[in-house]
């Protein structure tokens, strides 16, 4: 092993970690169940196309790409950052991109691995200290910094990750009336999100998040709301009340 492989190591085994180990066992105990649409991550299930959909307009919009390539990101590498079982990283691979994704929960990412049949994916258990010194064209973390000990070291984690020309795409509740009503009042109270998944006073606001990408040397590109009706379900809206995306670029 080379000196330089050593200090790399090192620094990651030694930086402060991002992981909450309580919220780890609270989705790694969601493991076994996290690919059945109809099971306790239901609702990520609902939440998966939208995501696609924002993802891929970015990727298009990002690197001038054509709307009929079935494999935008061919070439590319791409990092899922909390992946749970791969409910992402999996679309990325398909996408074509070579996709590295972790999780802090060991229970989720053997049922990646598992789930992922002959997909290209390394996955990896850790936060992301685990990709320490490593750097990706595109940069996924979807519903993961409102789980995270300390938010801005974590964005910075993230920003450190992306490689030169490449692209950060985030999402996260917002901290608002509707969102406390939404996702913990009614999703938590009946069921449809298991209880204790979310707290909403570690929920972030889009102009602190950009505050975090811009100490980081981030510049934010756009952001886009997410939206849910009876009718429609979860669908890219331009209002941030309840959830967001977004997307950013070195500055």
């Known amino acids: 092993m080379s000196e330089a492989t050593v200090t790399k190591a090192t620094a990651a085994e030694t930086a402060p970690s991002s992981v909450d180990p309580r919220e780890a066992a ?13 099971g306790s991550s239901a609702m990520l299930h609902r939440l998966n196309p939208p995501r696609l959909a ?13 709307a009929e390539n079935f494999a935008p990101l061919a070439g590319k590498s791409a990092l899922d950052v909390g992946c749970g079982a791969g409910l992402l990283a999996e679309p990325l691979a398909r996408l074509g991109a070579a996709v590295t994704a972790i999780d802090a929960a060991p229970e989720n990412i053997a049922a990646a691995r598992d789930h992922a049949g002959n ?16 750097a990706f064209d595109l940069v996924t973390c979807m519903e993961v910094i ?22 950060l795409i985030l999402s996260t509740p917002n901290r608002t009336a509707l969102s406390r009503l939404a996702l913990i009042t009614v ?8 209880r204790g998944t979310h707290d ?5 606001t889009p102009d602190e998040l950009t505050v975090m990408l811009e100490h980081a040397g981030m510049r934010v590109c756009n952001v886009r709301g997410l939206a849910f009706s009876p009718t429609r379900g979860f669908a890219l809206s331009e209002s941030t009340t309840l959830d967001y995306f977004i997307a950013a670029v070195a500055a």
Do not use: C, K, S
Not at 54 to 66: K, T, V
Not at 119 to 134: P, Q, S
Not at 154 to 160: D, E, M, S, T
């Open 119 to 134: 997909l290209a994916i390394t996955y990896r258990v850790g936060g992301v200290e685990a990709v320490a010194g490593e």
């Open 54 to 66: 924002y993802i891929r307009e970015r990727i298009d919009a990002h690197w001038d790409g054509d």
């Open 200 to 204: 909403w006073d570690r929920f972030i």
């Open 146 to 167: 409102e789980h995270v000990t300390d938010p801005p070291a974590f964005v910075a984690g993230l920003a450190q990750a992306v490689a030169p020309g490449g692209m």
């Open 26 to 38: 609270h989705f790694g105990a969601m493991a076994t169940d996290w690919w059945n649409p109809n």
């Open 187 to 194: 999703a938590e109270g009946t069921g449809r999100i298991p």
